[in-house]
């Protein structure tokens, strides 16, 4: 039976390190404060706005909510993302993707501010990632990922991890944070020849393929460290990832559990960032 690498406790962990953090800021007069911009009324957005507020109060981030109708037009998101960037008290946003179709989320992710970036989306942060600099944030999830690896002391150095998913949001900057590990990378996606023979290879397994329990037992072998980035509902409403739970779990030596593992914490990694990102700005 493999080791559950539960998010709970990764993400506890977080919110307790984080308090004492915001606790220190507010001596200094600073505030940690997220912005959060949704447009309509899709449930998981609303569902993940409402984890997110849930875990900026426990670690003592203010929240500022800013909710429009999917009739909004360009220039008043553009209005709003502008006043979000030349407001000190704001730190960090957080904005709902996709947007309806009628607007442009390009130029809407090219005029935030990457020191506000917290979410990883605009251009300068996926650059930063790439270059391993402090412009802009990554992505929340991939990071989460890398915290879940560092609570549970899992080393990466000379490690070979193999990345399943080639997409901006988790694949590409979670083979780069790999490599910051000192890990050595595999990038899997559709195209892929044999790729069973690559994972079994691995030692550690990032799986955001973005389909339901792809990863099979064919996929993996004992002693392995396995990473299920992927949530889906199934048609008889529970909740799956993208790896194979029943076939992989009794094979491997451990592996996160979905639900209860990587998206939780992904919340905690957003608040990171927005303590993070208050501290940057506190320094000028």
């Known amino acids: 039976m493999a080791q559950l690498l539960k998010g709970k406790d990764v993400s506890d962990a977080l919110t307790a390190r984080l308090t004492a953090d915001v ?4 001596k200094q007069g600073i505030h940690p404060c997220l912005a959060i911009l949704r447009v309509g009324e899709r449930g998981d957005d609303i569902s993940y706005e409402k984890g997110a507020m849930k875990r900026c109060e426990a670690a003592g981030v203010l929240v500022r909510n800013f909710v429009y109708p999917e009739t909004i037009s360009q220039s008043e ?5 502008v006043q979000i960037n030349q ?5 960090g946003l957080l904005l709902f993707r996709p947007l ?18 917290v979410d990883g989306i605009t251009p300068a942060s996926m650059a930063g990632v790439y270059a391993g600099s402090e412009v802009g944030f990554p992505p929340c999830t991939p990071r989460a990922c890398m915290e879940i690896l560092e609570y549970y002391d899992i080393d990466l150095t000379g490690k070979k991890v193999a990345v399943i998913g080639r997409s901006l949001v988790v694949g590409k900057p979670a083979a780069m944070m790999v490599m910051k590990k000192n ?3 595999t990038v899997c996606h559709t195209k892929t020849l044999h790729m069973e023979e690559i994972t079994r290879e691995a030692d550690v397994l990032l799986v955001a393929a973005g389909k339901s329990e792809t990863i099979g037992r064919d996929f993996v072998r004992e002693g392995q460290i396995v990473l299920d980035v992927g949530i889906h ?41 927005v303590v993070e990102a208050a501290v940057r700005q506190s320094r000028g």
């Open 23 to 26: 606790d220190e800021l507010k």
């Open 77 to 81: 998101l553009m209005e709003t993302i």
């Open 87 to 91: 407001d000190a008290g704001i730190h």
């Open 100 to 117: 309806p179709s009628h607007l442009d989320e390009k130029a809407v992710m090219e005029v935030l501010d990457p020191a506000k970036d």
């Open 183 to 185: 890990g050595t990378v």
């Open 233 to 273: 509902l199934r048609e008889d409403g529970s909740i799956c990832g993208d790896v194979n739970f029943a076939e992989v779990e009794p094979v491997v030596e451990a592996i996160t559990p979905v639900p209860g593992g990587v998206g939780t914490v992904t919340t905690g990694v957003l608040v990171l960032q």
